[in-house]
């Protein structure tokens, strides 16, 4: 791999600050402090799905009514059409290169050993749970299942994680493209608290009366989600119920309930679907927390592959707001 492709590990100011050298004054891993995570919160909207395809195939039902009058006279009547629906599931992977030697003349020491053999050093595994496997996730939430779109690798170049696969922002544009998906138009977003949570209850209350008493999320931005919560407060004060207001549901309709995705940070599409309807294909996702550990010389590679994609059935029963 080429120099400029490796993983950096940069302990510059350590050693500037604390000595070109080891020495043991109870340092351990728990000196080393990180900021924290986000977890992959927004698969919780979603059916997840494991498969051994690289496309979830699902079939569209749709049915006309069957019911007439008696006559004696046989008159049958009826309709069923299936149409198919793909789901694609992207290849996704994690690539790191590094010589883990550079740490052993540093306060950083600790993390490492006198066995020649690299891939056993506790940085190794301290790199792959403190740093990978929560990175991945939050990579996973902020960048790919909400707000990615997909793009062909470049070959010979690491790629970007807003770029592994489509997401919803990008799959419900596409519907509304396709004349697939027909927006519930509320308009920006009001400002006033209170005027919002009228606003949220209006979204419901123009759903289809079939879908208004299904159990269903409504997805939104955190913020978005903690100013609904103080609306509901501000509109209704000591006429609704504490429980309802930690719950987050929406008046009249106990089954709806308001919930917020770290994944839709800065974005102010309002969507809902029945679980049932929203698919997370996964195929080999146990990768996603299982590394490949190899050394050659003095150079430590990890690394993991596996697919994922998202997608709705029935485009029919996904309902979001024209808010992007």
Not at 96 to 104: G, S
Not at 213 to 220: F, K, R, W
Not at 256 to 280: D, E, H, Q
């Amino acid at each position: 791999m080429d120099t400029a492709l490796r993983t950096d590990i940069t302990v510059d100011q350590i050693v500037q600050d604390f000595g070109d050298y080891y020495l043991d004054s109870g340092q351990n891993q728990q000196n080393l402090h990180m900021l924290p995570f986000e977890s992959f919160e927004t698969k919780d909207a979603f059916t997840i799905v494991p498969t051994d395809d690289t496309i979830l195939r699902e079939g569209n039902v749709e049915v006309t009514e069957i019911l007439q009058q008696y006559q004696d006279d046989f008159t049958p009547k009826g309709e069923v059409s299936i149409d198919p629906v793909q789901i694609p599931l992207y290849k996704m992977k994690i690539d790191q290169e590094f010589n883990p030697h550079k740490l052993q003349r540093t306060w950083l020491g600790f993390l490492t050993s006198n066995n020649t053999d690299t891939t056993t050093w506790p940085f190794v595994r301290w790199f792959i749970e403190m740093y990978l496997m929560k990175q991945n996730m939050e990579d996973m939430e902020m960048k790919a299942i909400y707000k990615g779109v997909y793009a062909p690798p470049v070959e010979g170049e690491p790629g970007e994680a807003s770029k592994v696969m489509n997401g919803v922002d990008k799959i419900i544009d596409d519907f509304i493209a396709a004349n697939k998906v027909t927006p519930i138009a509320i308009g920006a977003l009001a400002a006033d608290e209170a005027d919002f949570v009228t606003q949220i209850e209006e979204f419901v209350q123009t759903l289809p009366e079939k879908y208004r008493y299904m159990n269903m999320e409504l997805n939104m931005n955190r913020t978005n989600r903690d100013k609904y919560k103080r609306g509901v407060r501000a509109k209704y004060k000591a006429n609704y119920d504490p429980k309802d207001i930690k719950n987050y549901l929406v008046a009249d309709y106990e089954n709806i309930t308001v919930v917020g995705r770290p994944s839709m940070a800065g974005k102010n599409r309002i969507w809902c679907t029945p679980k049932y309807n929203a698919l997370f294909g996964v195929k080999g996702f146990e990768n996603a927390n299982g590394f490949q550990v190899e050394k050659a010389k003095r150079k430590v590679a990890v690394f993991t592959e596996w697919w994922a994609g998202c997608g709705f059935i029935q485009p029919k029963i996904l309902f979001t707001s024209d808010g992007e």
